[in-house]
């Protein structure tokens, strides 16, 4: 496998991601509807996979089995006591630090004391938000006016009526575009227009409720041929399945699916899977319909709990976006999994990197997967390759497609992850792929020093695609901002070891409210110069307030109310971490070119 980033020897960028032949309506239909069928092959591929994997592990499953609230109270405090043993006992471990000096130390235990009530409080909410009393009486009061959203975009049941059809047409006509081939290189473009579209994409990850997933997988593990108890202790593969499995190949969409059911009604099943799934999607197939776009999830990211990836494409256009759904407010394993930093080598998985966030890492690189499962870098790139296929199809044979990387809280830190091995690993992705920018909101830290180093020396490539990661921060938002990253400042030489060392990846835009210029840090890159910031849009800053002035008249905002939560001390960077805040703010920032923030 190539270590070359895709399209980044030093040759021109490509000229153009437009086609001078322009498929048919029918064409178009068509197309659309092949793309279709392949991914949902792949997506029962993924789940056949999750499924044994959860067979091996569980058994034979309990198809409409339901957790009580005090075993998953238990199991939440089981989750925060494993916090405190691993975040303290690092603070024990580098306390003895020689590379550390008195204020190292003191910031350590500040964070450590910090984190550790911040976690507290979060423990009880997911206490309270999930007892099924107070639920219903949720639902039966404030949840009327939620106009159907769930619980993480309810604060704003307007939010996904706040983008005009203008605003998505240029959004749509952005993602499109081909790179510049004359832009500065040490000139970087935030584009306001994108950025609200993926933060839209990224907040409607939120509204697919996991249930029916899972419900669905359960159905697939309850067709697998039975796992051996003796099997399931002493091998990966159950019996009977060893040499069905080997075959896999993402290349053929539902041949996992079918080797693992074996003799089974391949069809009927197929079918009562999706039937099943599909219930729980209305809500993006809406939004996606209304901007003339097509939504599929791809893959759970080896896991039932709420975290998955989906692929949104324009099926008359030439771009693909690839979105991560982030952390749900009442997973407090989820919430553990963010706020727990410790390393795990990466080297194996994205060539050139050292140790990233082990928690992340396991989401998209499972180390202990068995034979059969599919890694979800597998069917992210197969999805990617299926869209990219069919969008072509009826087009010029040198056409190029865009790909664009995006999510909110722990899906921007899987994002990372997929955008790294996309740009590390070229050839995972078909050659009429280009690369482009990943839009990241409320990022927390997932490397080390080491591998930010190696991502920079990919990403900032001369005579390329110009390429660039935003991470987007809402005032102190405590998951972007709370945790130690002082890897982020090469003012520190840390231990690799050192569990405080972790870092960012990309440039980090502070946003503030117009006329005052937003804020950027890490665009002062060691060895590749200053990158200077400018937030654009293809539409004048007047005509950018008059939106938002639209906006607000029309009720399509973020009550005052819920916005002036995030001035309260704590619960404030707790608030300011939501989808509605972050969106409420990107709708005020500035068409003007951003300053630097101080470390």
């Not at 060392?501 to 980090?508: N, Q, T, V, Y």
Request: glycine fraction near 6%; hydrophobic fraction near 40%.
């Amino acid at each position: 496998m190539s270590s070359q980033p895709a399209s980044s020897s030093h040759v021109p960028p490509p000229k153009s991601s437009l086609s001078s032949k322009q498929p048919t309506d029918d064409q178009i239909q068509e197309s659309t509807h092949l793309i279709r069928t392949r991914l949902r092959e792949l997506r029962l591929d993924d789940m056949a996979s999750l499924a044994q994997q959860q067979q091996l592990e569980f058994g034979n499953p309990i198809i409409d089995e339901q957790i009580s609230w005090f075993r998953l109270s238990i199991t939440n405090l089981f989750h925060f006591f494993g916090y405190l043993t691993t975040t303290w006992g690092s603070i024990i471990v580098n306390t003895f630090n020689a590379n550390l000096d008195i204020g190292d130390r003191f910031s350590m235990f500040t964070f450590a004391a910090g984190a550790s009530v911040i976690l507290l409080v979060i423990y009880l909410w997911c206490l309270i938000s999930t007892n099924p009393f107070l639920v219903w009486l949720y639902r039966l009061t404030l949840g009327r006016g939620s106009g159907g959203l769930g619980l993480v975009n309810s604060m704003n049941p307007n939010l996904f009526k706040n983008m005009t059809q203008a605003q998505a047409e240029a959004a749509k006509e952005k993602l499109s575009a081909p790179p510049k081939d004359d832009a500065d290189f040490h000139s970087r473009e935030f584009s306001l227009d994108i950025a609200k579209m993926l933060l839209q994409i990224s907040s409607l990850m939120y509204e697919r409720d996991n249930k029916d997933t899972v419900k669905a997988v359960k159905q697939i593990q309850s067709q697998l041929a039975p796992a051996d108890r003796v099997t399931r202790g002493l091998t990966s593969i159950p019996l009977g399945l060893a040499g069905s499995v080997i075959g896999d190949r993402p290349d053929r969409p539902g041949r996992l699916f079918n080797s693992l059911l074996g003799g089974k009604n391949i069809p009927s099943i197929a079918d009562q899977v999706l039937s099943i799934e599909h219930k729980s999607r209305d809500a993006i197939d809406l939004w996606a319909d209304k901007y003339g776009m097509c939504f599929e999830p791809v893959s759970e990211l080896a896991s039932l709990s709420q975290a998955y990836v989906s692929v949104f494409w324009d099926p008359t256009s030439t771009w693909i976006a690839v979105a991560f759904k982030g952390t749900d407010p009442r997973s407090f394993e989820e919430w553990t999994t963010d706020f727990t930093a410790t390393f795990a080598n990466a080297q194996e998985d994205i060539t050139g990197f050292n140790m990233i966030h082990r928690g992340f890492k396991e989401r998209m690189f499972p180390s202990a997967h068995v034979s059969s499962q599919r890694k979800p870098w597998t069917s992210i790139s197969a999805a990617v390759k299926v869209v990219a296929e069919g969008l072509t199809k009826y087009r010029d044979p040198d056409t190029k497609i865009n790909v664009w990387f995006t999510g909110h809280s722990l899906g921007t830190a899987l994002a990372t992850l997929g955008y790294s091995k996309a740009l590390v690993s070229g050839d995972d992705l078909p050659k009429n792929i280009i690369l482009r920018d990943a839009y990241l909101f409320a990022t927390p830290i997932t490397v080390d020093m080491a591998t930010r180093y190696h991502f920079e020396d990919k990403l900032y490539v001369r005579d390329s695609v110009p390429r660039t990661m935003w991470r987007v921060t809402n005032r102190n938002d405590f998951v972007a901002t709370g945790l130690p990253a002082f890897g982020d400042n090469d003012k520190y030489p840390y231990d690799p070891n050192n569990l405080f060392g972790f870092s960012h990846l990309g440039i980090e835009i502070f946003m503030k409210s117009g006329p005052h210029a937003s804020e950027v840090q890490g665009n002062r890159v060691k060895t590749h110069g200053d990158f200077d910031v400018h937030i654009t849009s293809k539409f004048s800053p007047q005509e950018v307030i008059a939106q938002r002035q639209l906006a607000v008249s029309g009720h399509l905002t973020l009550l005052k109310v819920y916005g002036a939560l995030q001035y309260i001390p704590l619960v404030g960077r707790l608030a300011a971490h939501a989808t509605v805040n972050y969106y409420d703010q990107l709708d005020q920032i500035a068409i003007k070119q951003c300053i630097d923030r101080e470390y």
